[in-house]
Structures are given as C-alpha cells and as structure tokens.
C-alpha cells in the first residue's frame, strides 16, 4: 500500500490534459481558457452617457441652455453641441462634440419647453460620462489563461465583441457500477437487494464538475460479461470509473478485467479510511479509477482522485491542493498509519466532525459541507489541529 501522498504524487504525474478547442461563447460556461484574451476594441468604444438626462459644455457654475437635439442610445449620427445649447440625452447614447458634462434630469429645471437650467452643488465638469476606453483599452489583458469563464466573464467577452474562445475540452466519462444486488431507485427490493446510489451518485458528482459526455453502464457479477463492458467502456470514454468489485471477494473481477483490456497499473491500494482498496491505472492516454463499492468510499475517493484529475483534464490549476486549512474542533481518535477522511462543518476558522462516518453509510452527506484530511501517523488528532480541509 502506498500513503495518500503518494496516491496524490502519482496522478499528478499521470494526469492528461483535455484537447484545447475553439468553441461559440455560448457554449464556454464552466470551462477553463486555453490563452490569454486581450481586447480587440476600446470599451467602451466611445464618450457615453452615464444617465439619462442633458449634455452641454458646462463650465462648473450655474447656467441655463437651450435644449437644440435629442440623443437616444444606438444613434450613430455625429451631433455637435454649441455653446449655450444642450442635447436630451438617455443612458448609454453617444456624447456629441462640444459636450463635456451630463447632468441627470432630476437634478434639471425645465424653465419653458426648450429651455433649462441646473443650480446646484452636486455636478463638476466631466461627470455622468463614460470615457471611451475607461472599462478596457485596445489590446489590453482582460483575461487570463486557466481562467474558469461563468457569467461574469462570458459577459466581459461578449462585451468586447469576442465570440468565440479557445478552451481546454471536457472528457467523455464513463461509469460502471457492478454488483448482482444492487436495484434502481423506484424499483421494489426483496430481501437481499440494496438500491443502486453509486450510480446516480457519480453522474451527479461528474456533472458538478463540469463533464457534459456521461455513459452509465450496469454489470453483473460474471466476470465475461464484466469483461465486455470494461472493453466497450474504455473504446468510448477518456476516463472510466468503477465502483465495486475491487476487492478480495469470490466475486470481484475487476482488477483481473482491466490487467486483461492491458489497463496499466498506477496503484493498488492507500493507507487511508474510507476507500483502501482504490485501483488507479491507465491505458494510452485513458484514465482509470476502480473505486470501492460502498459509497461513503465512493463519494470521498472521488473528492480526492477523480475530481482533481477531472479538473485537470479541465485546463485548471493547484488540483491538488486542499481548499481551507482549519482548526480542528475536537479531540479525534483514529487507527495509526492510516489517514482519515471525515465529513464535516466548517464553523468560522474551525472544523467539527459529523455523525455516520461509516463507509457504508450516506446520511452524513445530506449536511456535510467539506471532507477533513486526518494525517496518517497520530493515533489521536488533538483539537486545535491544523487540518486540510476539501469543499464537497
């Protein structure tokens, strides 16, 4: 058995990138970009109005003007303003020359249909206008490679007249869960039969981080049928993940199938509690996870393996690392040599250990907010212990 550490050395050795692609902004949410975006335009690309309301030379004192034009937003008609005149103007329209100031309409009074005047303290020369260039210049950085593009950035693209974006592709994934005993929810159970949570677990955890291309496969405890759909599933996916049927039982084919489909071992088992007996292996450019079947194991082994590989693949960066690193909140005794994974709360700078810590046991997920790392060597982790910390 090798140490968590190592397990977390190896794959960031194996990991593979994802193909990088140009692809519409409209289909780029949740991925990562391949290269730095710069600006091809000024932005904004001319002198805009920052309100509704009347620009004019304004020279910093009381004055009246006559109002000489009407400017809406969109209108691309070189207007320019004389001195003593002002323009209606709406929000985002362009500045006519001669205009160096907007002053909001409630701050103006009408004296007679075409004629206002501004008293106040409120504007100086220069206000409620949009500088050309003042979000972003031409040319200039506006994003930065292995940046994930959500909202916010797609906007920043859209905005500049970007539409379309090199990014790292996301990987096809499959998922083979094994076991006789296992029936689909909605199903009735006779004694003997438990539901299958792996199953949905995993295509739930694979769609939060971003894989779009999900193949779910069923196999029976007969290692020929087995056989078959570990050769099928490793032809049509880049990743391909297990669970059960990796162990020492009469029953558990797996680690046999994949040395048959010439699946190259990683490694075989961690010093860890849940999920011992993790296989992790490659074939060419494919990645391989056998996760163990109970699915407190499934779900931890995933946090720490696959999700980080996935996120690589991604084009992201510092996968390895833990997310938080927190104040334990309480004593914890644990078996020597071994590092645990707890689910747990995070409560300001601390983190406390939840109830049902059992692999086999998935109620502590329905609250746990993060998996705590207890290191290897301690016998008992005392409170007050610097611990990593894992969102879930």
Not at 136 to 163: C, F, P
Not at 219 to 243: F, G, H, T, Y
Not at 373 to 385: D, H, K
Request: charged share 25%; with cysteine; net charge negative.
């Amino acid at each position: 058995m090798i140490s968590v550490e190592q397990a977390k050395k190896i794959l960031s050795e194996n990991s593979e990138r994802g193909q990088i692609k140009e692809i519409a902004l409209g289909e780029c949410l949740g991925l990562v970009l391949s290269e730095n975006i710069y600006s091809p335009i000024d932005v904004p690309s001319f002198d805009n109005s920052a309100m509704d309301g009347y620009a004019m030379n304004f020279e910093g004192h009381n004055e009246e003007w006559e109002v000489s034009n009407v400017i809406q937003a969109g209108d691309t008609s070189e207007t320019i303003i004389s001195p003593g005149k002002a323009a209606r103007i709406f929000t985002g329209a362009k500045i006519p020359k001669g205009a160096n100031t907007v002053i909001p309409q409630e701050l103006i009074e009408v004296i007679k249909e075409g004629q206002i005047a501004y008293s106040g303290d409120k504007i100086s020369i220069g206000s409620n206008i949009r500088l050309k260039g003042s979000q972003s210049e031409k040319h200039t950085q506006i994003l930065e490679k292995g940046q994930v593009l959500g909202a916010g950035q797609i906007g920043l693209l859209a905005s500049v007249g970007v539409a379309k974006v090199k990014v790292w592709t996301t990987p096809r994934v499959g998922y083979i869960v094994t076991g006789n005993e296992l029936k689909e929810p909605g199903t009735p159970l006779r004694e003997g039969e438990i539901y299958n949570s792996n199953g949905p677990m995993l295509e739930a955890l694979l769609k939060e981080n971003g894989v779009k291309q999900i193949q779910g496969y069923k196999a029976s405890d007969d290692k020929n049928s087995l056989q078959k759909i570990i050769d099928r599933a490793l032809s049509e996916n880049d990743i391909l993940l297990l669970s059960g049927g990796i162990s020492v039982g009469d029953y558990d084919f797996v680690e046999d199938c994949l040395k048959t489909a010439k699946v190259r071992e990683l490694f075989y088992k961690i010093k860890q509690r849940p999920g011992k007996p993790l296989f992790v292996g490659k074939k060419e450019k494919k990645m391989v996870f056998a996760l163990p079947g109970n699915p407190a194991s499934v779900h931890s082994c995933f946090i720490q393996y696959v999700r980080p590989s996935i996120r690589f693949w991604l084009g992201k960066n510092a996968v390895w690392d833990a997310d938080h690193q927190l104040t334990l909140a309480e004593d914890v005794e644990k078996k020597p040599g071994l590092t645990y994974f707890m689910k747990g709360k995070k409560t300001g700078g601390e983190v406390s250990l939840l109830k049902g810590q059992q692999s086999f046991n998935l109620q502590a997920f329905a609250t746990a907010e993060c998996l705590l790392e207890l290191p290897g060597e301690n016998e008992v982790v005392t409170a007050g212990t610097i611990v990593n910390v894992y969102d879930l």
